[in-house]
């Protein structure tokens, strides 16, 4: 048929103590490896971003994580298995420095034909070597110190300082025009209930006096009478 690509996995095989053992295919071990990778780069980006947000809060205050237990708890993990390959190779780097070091003095003890100036420079340097790298190493174990006890942040405070401040004064403008709105409608509902008071007081006259005028109409005197006072009334109403 043509047109059809036949695909077809390589199988990888490994001899182990004489035995022959299929390894499964180096596209799934990729993309095996790709995924826990991908998930340590995620766990470890989750953990900065957490350290982060501690880091910039004052003191007293506490952030809430968005992790959750298990990849919390990871992360720690990973985070302790970092310090402590950290401080493995510090240790190694220590320990052949060291040996460097114990060499270097049984070859200069060794040696009759060094004089004592040497033997005072070779101590020198073997002491500024010492300090150097015992000040190496304390500053490189030290930073992982600092990075995880890092002190309260100036600007981090002084920036929660004025958004406090901030919305302290936003909350002093809005109870005031709260106030301010409120008494308004207190007012405005007093005058309009005067107003259909009034009103309910003028409605009561003028049926009053239309009631007067049509039992007063047979009487053309008294019916005339009634209407210049009704007008009066509605006049100085």
Avoid at 83 to 92: I, N, V
Avoid at 96 to 112: I, L, N, Y
Avoid at 200 to 205: G, T
Wanted: with cysteine; glycine share 2%; net charge positive.
């Amino acid at each position: 048929m043509h047109g059809v690509l036949q695909q077809q996995q390589l199988r990888v095989y490994a001899i182990v103590g004489g035995r022959v053992y299929r390894q499964p295919p180096l596209r799934d071990v990729l993309l095996q490896r790709l995924a826990e990778a991908l998930s340590d780069l995620s766990i470890c980006a989750d953990l900065l971003l957490l350290q982060l947000c501690c880091w910039t809060l004052p003191c007293g205050f506490s952030w809430r994580a968005p992790l959750s237990r298990k990849r919390l708890l990871m992360a720690q993990a990973a985070a302790n298995k970092y310090c402590a390959e950290l401080h493995q190779q510090q240790q190694q780097q220590q320990q052949q420095q060291g040996e460097q070091m114990d060499s270097e003095d049984a070859a200069a003890a060794s040696s009759p034909s060094n004089s004592s100036s040497s033997s005072s420079s070779s101590s020198s340097s073997t002491s500024s070597n010492a300090s150097s790298n015992s000040s190496k190493s304390s500053s490189s174990s030290s930073r992982v110190k600092v990075v995880y006890r890092r002190p309260l942040c100036a600007a981090a405070a002084r920036v929660l300082e004025e958004e406090r401040k901030r919305l302290t004064a936003e909350a002093q403008k809005h109870e005031a025009q709260r106030v301010a709105l409120t008494r308004q409608w207190g007012e405005a509902t007093a005058a309009a209930a005067a107003e259909a008071a009034q009103l309910q007081q003028q409605q009561q006259a003028v049926s009053k006096l239309r009631s007067l005028l049509l039992q007063a109409a047979p009487n053309p005197h008294e019916a005339a009478a009634l209407l210049q006072q009704l007008k009066i009334t509605a006049d100085s109403q």
